[in-house]
């Protein structure tokens, strides 16, 4: 604005004294707001909280909320005033970087001509494209333009779900993928092994220093669940679960329904604790036997079946645990904001790719199995 051919900039604050003045170009005046109010010869920028129009930011909080806009609130407030809505979809660095970045167009709306194009006028000296989009009337779908993108812009704080939900729905997906990193570098051994002909060549350094540390990654993923099952049992002691149960009992009540038991819901929620609660005890079984002092008691064969038979076992519980906690929410659009998949459905797709080998050789075992039982009683 500076840079633009207006005569002076001045900017007006509830207290003036506490601005950084090295905060503006120079040439730029700080005033109190009402002596910026005062000093102005034609343009007047609003962009305080509608709860501080004693001394409006333009900006809406929910969408199609059927209320006034804010520009419409102001002209009301300001009868004697020609109010023009603009610059909402512009960002604040494009407003300080220039023209050079970002978004060049400016939404503009007004019931005065003339103040519109002086408007107009201004938002094209200053390099930006500036579009006429009608009356006031508009300014409810450009206040609403920031909220297309980012629909929990200016809605509720979410912060507080940080500590202690953020954390549980990121635990689980870590110990899934690093359970899944223990058994992948035995599948890609597998492959050295056929492509050489051999299993007497050494693999390459990364893959064996891969397989010496699946120990490492098994105790870390078990880590994991176990603080992801103490996260779980303590979220119903939040004090936003007790809100959340009686907010759900508020609106049961209020829609007149008897019983809200939903019999789809009760078998999932039974089978992916059912699967979680197996998937844990399998886990301990193996982060109790990779001890030195109780791996030694079993020979190479029992050995084997636990960590690698259970292992595998674990890891099917695990996606199972995973898939019907997700359910079918991945069929619905609001499970992909900006177009991106659920946090779930990311963390299955390398245990997915661990198991799916070992899926079709059991279907070829199975298969065989069948056909020789079929040629015998032949």
Request: aromatic letters at 12%.
């Amino acid at each position: 604005m500076p840079q633009s051919p207006l005569p002076r900039v001045v900017v007006g604050s509830r207290n003036p004294n506490r601005i950084d003045r090295g905060l503006f170009p120079d040439g730029v005046d700080i005033r109190s707001q009402k002596e910026a109010v005062d000093s102005a010869e034609r343009v007047v920028f609003a962009a305080v909280y509608p709860e501080h129009y004693y001394t409006l930011v333009g900006s809406a909080t929910r969408l199609n909320s059927g209320e006034q806009s804010n520009a419409e609130k102001l002209a009301e407030l300001f009868p004697e005033s020609r109010v023009v809505k603009g610059f909402n979809v512009i960002s604040a660095w494009a407003l300080q970087a220039g023209v050079h970045d970002g978004s060049r167009q400016v939404l503009i709306c007004s019931d005065c001509s003339t103040s519109k194009d002086t408007v107009l006028q201004l938002a094209r000296s200053m390099g930006f494209s500036p579009m006429d989009v009608g009356g006031l009337c508009q300014s409810r779908d450009i206040e609403e333009a920031p909220l297309i993108l980012f629909p929990s812009w200016g809605g509720q704080n979410n912060f507080h779900q940080l500590p202690l939900v953020t954390m549980n729905e990121t635990l689980p997906a870590v110990a899934l993928v690093t359970l899944a990193l223990v058994y992948l570098p035995g599948l890609v051994a597998a492959v050295f092994q056929l492509c050489r002909g051999t299993k007497y060549k050494r693999f390459p350094r990364w893959l064996d220093h891969w397989l010496c540390r699946r120990k490492q990654l098994g105790l870390l993923s078990f880590l994991c669940v176990v603080l992801h099952a103490v996260y779980s049992m303590c979220l119903t002691l939040r004090r936003a679960a007790g809100y959340t149960l009686l907010n759900a009992a508020y609106h049961q009540v209020k829609a007149d329904v008897e019983n809200s038991s939903v019999g789809q819901q009760v078998w999932r929620s039974d089978l992916y604790l059912s699967c979680g609660i197996l998937g844990f005890g399998v886990l301990t079984l193996l982060a109790i036997t990779s001890l030195p002092s109780v791996g030694n008691a079993f020979n190479w064969r029992e050995f084997t079946f636990v960590q690698s038979g259970l292992g595998y076992t674990a890891l099917t519980l695990s996606i199972m645990h995973t898939l019907f906690f997700g359910w079918d929410f991945a069929f619905f659009p609001v499970a992909y904001p900006y177009y991106l998949p659920p946090m779930y459905l990311l963390a299955l797709i390398l245990p997915c790719i661990v198991l799916g080998p070992w899926v079709v050789i059991a279907q070829f075992y199975i298969s065989c199995f069948l056909y020789c039982q079929y040629l015998i009683k032949a």
